[in-house]
Nanobody, 127 residues
Framework: QVQLVESGGGLVQAGGSLRLSCAAS????????MGWFRQAPGKEREFVAT????????DYADSVKGRFTISRDNAKNTVYLQMNSLKPEDTAVYSC????????????????????WGQGTQVTVSS
């Protein structure tokens, strides 16, 4: 079982930055693709970014491309989401997830491909 714990959320003004962290409880995490998803009130969960097990492949939703950067430090069992130029529409609960598949070559956009999820961290961007 892999446990994921997000941190780094908070309240920020539009144009500001935040860095989210997702810490995994076991080194097994190092072999899994990871993803960040978000869910705003009254909306469905949506894909934000993903990274493969080695960090060599990343993918982003069009809405965040050029503003957000996903990365990982396998020595620390942690994945990050650097969020710059934040907009009010980025307000949501952000959750990280792990796919549980050994060293898949690419990240994954579909939430159904992930089997481990964190509890989420709130990001609020004021205008």
């Amino acid at each position: 079982q892999v446990q994921l714990v997000e941190s780094g959320g908070g309240l920020v003004q539009a144009g500001g930055s935040l860095r989210l962290s997702c810490a995994a409880s076991r080194r097994t995490f190092n072999n899994y693709a990871m993803g960040w998803f978000r869910q705003a009130p009254g909306k469905e969960r949506e894909f934000v970014a993903t990274i493969n097990w080695s960090g060599g492949s990343t993918d982003y939703a069009d809405s965040v491309k050029g503003r957000f950067t996903i990365s990982r430090d396998n020595a620390k069992n942690t994945v990050y989401l650097q969020m710059n130029s934040l907009k009010p529409e980025d307000t949501a609960v952000y959750s990280c997830a792990a796919d549980g598949v050994f060293q898949h070559s690419e990240g994954r956009r579909l939430s159904g491909m992930y089997i481990y999820w964190g509890q989420g961290t709130q990001v609020t961007v004021s205008s």
